[in-house]
């Protein structure tokens, strides 16, 4: 049994998580797989193998994806946070209200509210793009769609970011951020469906609990997941579009020439600033990977973005190219817990890059600043100096 090489970085140093690209890259030459001692984990660092390992919850489980005991607990009996035969039958009940066909009314809605924030945007000359875009955007979207109003609206943009950020290791950041997270946990385990609005998909899914189609209890559970994996990661990917246009002006120019580009200019954002840092999963036995072992019971650190800078799979990895389309690419994770909102996000990015492309020649960015944070990678304040209209 050979063991997995060594490496000293501590993979949530605050300026690894501001930029992990060096990191990434170094780790996934260094092997598919390197013990981090400071952290007690194994990162998992190339394509094929993230998707070997994601594709495998036997093997790989998820019922500790956490790296915090109290997180782990926390989330048991989530669809994020069980392996086969549990799962499949809780991710199918969160996931029919996010199908294809579930959305399909949902389009014209969104890509309307797109343009008109757009254009609004466009008329200023310039914007702060992270809490007028990027946080505005996906707040509107997914309160209206789970029938939040009132506190609950106003408090979704904490909620969300101290959901992601608790499932990190036991730092500061993860200890201040309890407190908030509990807030949601608690909201979630009191919410009935008479708090949601009428027609709302969220109000949809405690008629079901009422009916007995789905288990009692679970209503809760399904919202705190909605609000938990849908809000934060789509704040940095909406954020990541506006800062790439403005940095690769002759991308947005592309995208405006070739509006069939618009699905594949997303899925690169996705791909070039992948939104979750790391992901867990826990090894069900002793495991061989890339040539080395992995002791039962090891924690493993799924790194995303390393995936999909791979030069093992992509050509010119480090090149943001809108012509690309890498429908592959991990962002949005892989097999059986492939993300179950991806369908939604998809809307909410298109409408974004479509809206941008129809009403913008160029944007000027002055300031982007980022903070550190344990599972999502986003931008904090993003300044647009000049924004010229189409
Ligand atoms: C760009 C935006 C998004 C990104 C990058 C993203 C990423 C991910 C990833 C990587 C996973 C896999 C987790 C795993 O393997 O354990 C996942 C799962 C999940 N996502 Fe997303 N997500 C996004 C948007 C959304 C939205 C908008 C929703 C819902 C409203 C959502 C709901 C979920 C749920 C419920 C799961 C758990 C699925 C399961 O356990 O089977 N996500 N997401």
């Known amino acids: 049994m050979t063991a997995p090489t060594e ?10 998580l501001v930029d992990p690209y060096p990191a990434y890259a170094a780790l996934r030459e260094q092997a598919g797989v390197v013990h981090l001692p400071k952290n007690d984990l194994y990162v998992v660092t190339r394509y094929d193998i993230i998707r070997d390992v994601l594709g495998d919850p036997s093997t790989f ?4 994806l956490g790296f915090n005991p109290m997180v782990n607990e926390a989330l048991q009996g989530t669809s994020l946070a069980s392996d086969p035969p549990v799962h499949t039958q809780l991710r199918a009940t969160l996931s029919e209200n996010l199908t294809p066909r579930a959305l399909r009314g949902l389009k014209v809605t969104i890509d309307e509210k797109a343009d008109k924030l757009v254009a609004e945007l466009v008329a200023s000359g310039s914007f702060e793009a992270i809490d007028s875009l990027a946080r505005a955007f996906p707040l509107e979207i997914v309160a209206e769609l789970i029938g939040f109003s009132g506190h609950v609206k106003d408090n979704m943009l904490r909620w969300g970011q101290a959901a992601m950020q608790v499932i990190g290791p036991l730092n500061q950041r993860t200890q201040e951020s309890f407190p908030i997270a509990g807030e949601l946990y608690g909201w979630c385990s009191s919410v009935t469906g008479d708090d949601l609005t009428p027609g709302s998909i969220g109000r949809g899914i405690f008629d079901a609990e009422s009916r007995g189609d789905i288990p009692e209890g679970s209503a809760g559970h399904i919202i705190h997941q909605y609000l938990g994996a849908g809000v934060d990661t789509t704040i940095a990917s909406i954020g990541n579009i506006v800062a790439l246009f403005g940095r690769h002006p002759e991308q947005l120019q592309l995208v405006r020439e070739n509006p069939e580009l618009v699905p594949a200019a997303f899925a690169e954002v996705l791909r070039y600033w992948t939104p979750l840092h790391i992901w867990g999963r826990t090894a069900t036995r002793d495991v061989e990977i890339d040539g080395v072992t992995v002791p039962a019971g090891a924690q493993l650190g799924v790194l995303l973005g390393a995936g999909n800078r791979d030069a093992r799979h992509y050509e010119n990895p480090d090149v943001f190219d809108v012509t690309r389309n890498p429908v592959d690419h991990l962002s949005f994770g892989y097999g059986p817990h492939g993300c179950a909102g991806q369908g939604l996000a998809k809307l909410e990015g298109h409408a974004i890059v ?8 160029s944007i000027t960015i002055t300031d982007e600043a980022r903070v550190a944070s344990n599972m999502t990678r986003s931008i904090d304040k993003l300044h647009v100096a000049k924004v010229v209209a189409a």
């Open 354 to 361: 479509g809206a941008l492309a129809r009403q913008v020649q």
């Open 61 to 64: 489980s998820s019922t500790t």
């Open 7 to 16: 490496s000293a970085i501590d993979i949530w140093d605050d300026d690894i």
